[in-house]
Each structure stands twice: as structure tokens, then as C-alpha cells.
């Protein structure tokens, strides 16, 4: 690490040299580049981030575009406090602020919306793979609980925007491919004409994988549909449908890892190996709602959604044969209030809405005769509801101080019967006792360009389907919610040429009743409440044009960008374990990116990442080890005939060779907790627009 930063020093230092000799003229001449001014949705209408007083993360199409096009595994690591992972193609994992100790086969304690509409089911899974990243706009992550207006969680909301409706009309194509086999093509096209927009994205991915039994491949179709009317008023119809087939190779144990990073998990005296098991998952999804943005007046908007989404999952796996139907419906909306003369020193908005949603679920296990379905193991119905009301207000006084406050009522039910092999007729209740969710949080702006932030918020997080009913087929009702207060404060900073914007938080999550995943000897899971966790945190973002944009120098920009994420997890009244490191939880992440642009549109981007140890286990007997990253990406922009804008590209990834695990098996039984990444890799494509 020192070498590299020594590096990254050399380089920085030789292009402020660079910059120095262009004359002043030639600078006053140029095309500057400013930060762009970012602003956020997050908080239910269009806000300036540099005030939000909440920790919140921005990921823009240019930086989504940067990083390598077949998983968002990568950008979404930039962002301090958020960890994603993927522990064979296709299969993600993810948390926000917190570990994955609750979520090894999916992401679960964060709350998603695509658009407007929750892709987060009523029982807390939410399936982010079925996505194409190269279909997705732009990402903002609001970090720590945020109950308050998303309903309950207690690591953080993704909201997934579609698509850029200022860029005109455009038929785009994007094309890349490189090692193990990967190809990965998207289509689009958007057109306006009088009031209407549509935009159709397409994509199709495959992937052989590192692995033996990794592959993957991916249909995509998406849509969206904006009509105006009234003015301002907008209807707005959103959805997809995603063919998703990927491999599931399996955790090694070290030996294994250390033998063979690519093998399988292998056949042992009492289990067949993944190929012999033919493990997979098929994941088809249709998902789709229909958002109204009404102004009733000059004063007051409400917008309301309808949404569904249909599930048809099947897991051939070490264990069992599992198939899932799970279907969701719901509506969404709120009303707007602002001020209706606002001051020079006054301002407000007031917000009240709700969410509801319904999923009803058919889990079906049969023994796994190499790939296909045996004899029938149990079948239960799931019925989940959850539902909230909010209500939220903003004030901004003398230019100078903007307060927050929200308050939401949180009600959750869900109700089993067993087809088989109880054969019961009616549906047992598990009642979940209403929880209020309140925020208070503030921000000051003690100059044009420092804003000091503090906020206190409650995490409230049920137990989703997947862990009320593990993979051991058991439904336990006796699994509590976990909710815990979140202390935090932070600023961000900014130069007046706004060059750069220095942002930081701490906080203090106090968790209670913490639901964490054990394994039985045989390998299926089963979750259980523990005490909680104390989770102090620390998360710093940084970013500049170290050497402003412009047209003249052969630097004709640099910009670098710095993410620090520290954390210090622990475990409190759990058994023996009180006081351990949790489990899957990173001392330290580091990422750090550098983007160099030349004449004639050339550009370099290379990103170092560094990530901490963590224990395997909640005994802490077991470590991962740390490990170090580095991947480059040369590219040339360029426009042909003036007007039709083509990029191509070409890079590495893991050009260090390290070996490593992109998401480990945590309280794995047999000690397979090793799923392995793969080795130094290259891709290469182009993206055009017409």
C-alpha cells in the first residue's frame, strides 16, 4: 500500500507541475470543469446534496460507466459504509452500514426502490440481480435507518433511477466481452414526441465464470413511459421482465481455496459435488407499476403508485430442490404541502403518506436427484403484509438552518400453512406489534461552503421470509424484529471553485435483537435473535480536479477520488461471543481512483482498493484476510461526424492476481467458508450513441 500511494504522490505532484506551465491566458481560455452540482430525490422531491442533513451517496452514469459493465458489484463499492459482494456471478449480496450476517444467499435490511416503486417485497427480499447495471441511470444510497419515509430497515434505501428523461432522443448500442467467456451486449432507444417520452432498454448477458459450475446469462427487457398533462402532472408506467440462470459453485474450505480456487465444491462420502448436484438458480421476474404525479395546485402535489411484481425462483442446491412463487402487489403515495408565499428566511414543505404492500408465496422443497426434482420434502404458503403510514417536515430558515423531522407507524404480519406434509386448512398468524419510526435530523451551513450535519434516527427491521422460513424447511415464528437508535454527525466541505467536496460521518448504532444466520451440521441455515451489536462508525468521501478540465495542457484533467469506511463492530449479550468482532464485518475499506485525461479524448481510470480482515464465524476463531485490488481502464471518446458520441474501451481487473473470496459462507458448516474471485482478468468494448 505504501508503494502505491507513493505513486499516486509522483503522479499528482507531476501533474500539478503540468498545470503550472500552462499561462494564465490559456486558463482563463479554457472550458473549466466544476463539480457538478449534485442533487438527490431520495427525500421525495429534487434537493442539493451539499445540504441533505443525512449521509447520503450519489453514483452518476459517468462513474457507473468507469467501472467494469457486468456487475455493480464495483461501483457500488466506492461508496464508504456500503459493501456489496458476489460470491459466484449473478448471486449478490449486500449491506449498508452493517454485516452480512443476515443475508447469505440475497440481500435482506435494505430497503430498494426502483423509481417510485419499491423492489423490495413486503417479505423483505429483494431480488437486485434480475438487473441489468448498464440499464440503470444513476444509484443513491441513503445510509443508516431511514424508516421514517421506506418503511422498515435498519442499514439503508437504494433508489435505482432508470433513466436520463433530459437526454433527448437517442438509440444507443454497447457492447463488451473479455475473459471466462464474458459477453455482454444493451440496446436502447428513448423518444419524445409533443408530451410523451418512452424509452426501451435491452440487454443480454452470459458468462462462463472463474469457477467450474459458475456460468451465467441474463435476458433483460425494460420500459418506461412518461406522459405530461395539466402542466406539470406526469403519468409515468415502469417495468421489466429478467431471465436470470447463474451457477452456484459452492464454498471450499482453505485447504481447497489454497489447492484449487477453481474447483467446485467437491463430493464428499455423504454429498455429490455441485456439478453432479447440478446447482443453479432460475430467476424469472416480472416486475411493473404505474406512478401518477398529480399538482392539484401551485401549493400541493400527491403521487401515487400501483405496483406488482411476480417471481418464479428454483434452486437445485446441496441440500434440497427449492421452488418459489412469490407475487406482490401494492400502492405507494404521498402529498406534498409547500409554503405557499415562501419568505426570504422562511421555508417549509410537509409531506404525508403510505405504503402498502401484500406478497404471497408458495415454497416448495423436493430432494435434488442431479438437477431435476424428487420426492416432495414440505410445500408452505406464505402470506406477508406490510404496511406504513409518514408524515415529514422540512424547514429552511435564514438561508442557514434546514431541519427535518419524520414520524411513520410501521405495521407487519405473516401467516403460514402447511400443504405438506401437515396438510393444514388454515393459515396460522404471526402479528408483529406496531413500531413507530421517527427522525430528527438538521443541518447548518456555517459558510457558503461547510455544512455541519447531525441527525438521530430508529432501525426497524423484520425478519424476511427467508429467515423465518431457513433452509432447513423449519417456520419459526418465535424470530423477532431488530431495532436499534442511530446517533450520527457529519459535514461536508467544499472550495469556492468547488474543485473538491470533503465528506464525513460518525455514528453510533445501538442494535437490539440482532438476527444472525447459524448452519446445521448438514449445512442448511436457521436464524435466531441475539442480544445486538454496537456498530460505531466512521465513512469519509473525497473528491477532486486535482487539474481542472481544459483544452490546451496534455493533462487536460485529473481528477482523484478517495473513500475510507472504518468500522467497529461488535457483538453484545450473545453467549460466549459478547464483545467479538462481527462476524463478516471489515475493520477497514479503502478505495481510492485516479481518471487522467489526454488530447483527443483518450482517458485513463484506475482504482486500488484495500480491504480488512474479518472472522468467518461469531466465535472469531476464523479470519479472512485482507486483500488489495487494482484495475485500470484506458478508453477513447470521440465524436463521429460531430454529433454521434462512440467510446471505446479496454481494461483489467485483479491485475495484482490476488486471490481472494468476493463473499464468504459466514458460520459456514464443515468450515467451507471460501467462495473464490476470480484471477487477473480483461474486458474490452464500445459503447455509441446515435
Known amino acids: 500500500m505504501i508503494k502505491f500511494y507513493a505513486a499516486l504522490f509522483f503522479i499528482l505532484i507531476s501533474g500539478i507541475a503540468a498545470q503550472a506551465q500552462i499561462k494564465t491566458d490559456s486558463i482563463k481560455a479554457d472550458s473549466i470543469k466544476r463539480l457538478q452540482a449534485v442533487t438527490i430525490k431520495g427525500y421525495l422531491s429534487d434537493e442539493p446534496l451539499l445540504n441533505v442533513p443525512a449521509s447520503v451517496s450519489t453514483l452518476s452514469s459517468d462513474q457507473l460507466k ?114 471466462y467467456g464474458l459477453y455482454h451486449e444493451n440496446a436502447g432507444v428513448q423518444t419524445a414526441s409533443g408530451n410523451n417520452l418512452l424509452n426501451i432498454n435491452q440487454s443480454y448477458q452470459t458468462y462462463d465464470g472463474y469457477r467450474q459450475n459458475s456460468a451465467m446469462h441474463r435476458n433483460y427487457l425494460q420500459i418506461e413511459d412518461r406522459l405530461k398533462y395539466n402542466g406539470n402532472s406526469q403519468l409515468k408506467f415502469l417495468g421489466f421482465y429478467s431471465d436470470l440462470y447463474y451457477q452456484t459453485p459452492g464454498g471450499l474450505t482453505l485447504a481447497q481455496f489454497q489447492a484449487d480456487p477453481s474447483d467446485a465444491r467437491l463430493a464428499t462420502k455423504t454429498s455429490l459435488s455441485a456439478q453432479d448436484l447440478k446447482a443453479a438458480v432460475f430467476d424469472k421476474t416480472l416486475f411493473g407499476g404505474v406512478v401518477n404525479e398529480m399538482h392539484l395546485s401551485k401549493d400541493i402535489r400527491n403521487v401515487t403508485t400501483i405496483f406488482g411484481t411476480s ?40 409531506n404525508l403518506g403510505g405504503e402498502w404492500q401484500q406478497t404471497n408465496s408458495i415454497a416448495s422443497d423436493y430432494g435434488n436427484n442431479h438437477g431435476n426434482q424428487d420426492t416432495t420434502q414440505t410445500q408452505d404458503r406464505i402470506h406477508t403484509n406490510q404496511n406504513f403510514i409518514f408524515t415529514r417536515f422540512e424547514g429552511h430558515f435564514y438561508k442557514k438552518l434546514q431541519v427535518e423531522a419524520a414520524l411513520s407507524v410501521n405495521n407487519y404480519q405473516y401467516q403460514f400453512l402447511n400443504i405438506y406434509p401437515l396438510a393444514q386448512t388454515t393459515f396460522i398468524k404471526r402479528p408483529f406489534n406496531a413500531e413507530l419510526m421517527p427522525r430528527l435530523a438538521l443541518s447548518y451551513q456555517i459558510t457558503n461552503d461547510f455544512i455541519w450535519r447531525a441527525s438521530l434516527s430508529r432501525g426497524y427491521s423484520t425478519p424476511n421470509t427467508g429467515e423465518v422460513r431457513g433452509t432447513d424447511h423449519v417456520i419459526n415464528p418465535n424470530l423477532q424484529a431488530q431495532d436499534g437508535y442511530n446517533y450520527e454527525t457529519g459535514f461536508r466541505l467544499r472550495d469556492k471553485d468547488e474543485r473538491f ?67 467497529k463492530y461488535t457483538f453484545r449479550d450473545y453467549s460466549t461471543f459478547s464483545g467479538n468482532t462481527v462476524t463478516g464485518t471489515p475493520r477497514q475499506d479503502i478505495v481510492s481512483s485516479l481518471q487522467v485525461l489526454f488530447p483527443e479524448g483518450f482517458y485513463l481510470f484506475s482504482q486500488y482498493s484495500f480491504t480488512d480482515s474479518a472472522p468467518l464465524n461469531d466465535a472469531n476463531t476464523i479470519f479472512a484476510n485482507s486483500y488489495k485490488l487494482l484495475g485500470a481502464k484506458s478508453a477513447w471518446k470521440q465524436l463521429i461526424a460531430h454529433k454521434t458520441p462512440i467510446e471505446i474501451f479496454a481494461g483489467a481487473d485483479n491485475i495484482l492476481n490476488t486471490h481472494y473470496s468476493l463473499g464468504d459462507d459466514l458460520n459456514a458448516a464443515l468450515n467451507r467458508f471460501y467462495n473464490p474471485a476470480p484471477l487477473r482478468n480483461y474486458y474490452f468494448g464500445f459503447n455509441i450513441k446515435f
Open 66 to 179: 468507469q467501472q467494469p459493465q457486468g456487475s455493480m458489484v464495483s461501483a457500488m463499492n466506492t461508496i464508504p459504509g456500503v459493501r456489496m459482494e458476489e460470491r459466484s456471478p449473478g448471486s449478490y449480496r449486500l449491506a449498508i452500514r452493517g454485516s452480512l450476517i443476515r443475508s447469505p444467499f440475497g440481500i435482506r435490511d435494505v430497503k430498494i426502490y426502483f423509481d417510485e416503486i419499491p423492489l423490495t417485497d413486503a417479505g423483505g427480499n429483494t431480488y437486485l440481480a434480475a438487473i441489468d447495471v448498464n440499464s440503470i441511470n444513476s444509484i443513491e444510497v441513503l445510509k443508516g435507518p431511514d424508516g421514517s419515509l421506506f418503511g422498515a430497515n435498519s442499514g439503508g434505501v437504494v433508489l435505482l433511477n432508470a433513466i436520463n428523461a433530459n437526454a433527448g432522443n437517442f438509440a444507443s448500442l454497447a457492447m463488451n466481452g473479455g475473459s
Open 311 to 350: 417471481v418464479d425462483w428454483t434452486n437445485p442446491s446441496f441440500t434440497t430442490y427449492e421452488h418459489r412463487v412469490e407475487n406482490t402487489y401494492g400502492l405507494r403515495t404521498y402529498f406534498e404541502l409547500v409554503q405557499g408565499a415562501p419568505t426570504e428566511n422562511v421555508n417549509w414543505k410537509i
Open 501 to 567: 467536496l470533503l465528506d464525513a460521518s460518525v455514528y453510533y448504532f445501538r442494535l437490539n435483537n440482532a438476527i444472525v444466520q447459524l448452519q446445521h451440521p448438514d449445512g442448511t441455515t436457521y436464524y435466531t435473535n441475539v442480544g445486538g451489536t454496537n456498530q460505531p462508525g466512521l465513512e469519509v468521501y473525497f473528491t477532486a480536479w486535482i487539474i481542472k478540465q481544459n483544452t490546451s495542457a496534455f493533462i487536460r484533467g485529473l481528477q482523484f477520488n478517495q473513500s475510507y469506511t472504518l468500522n
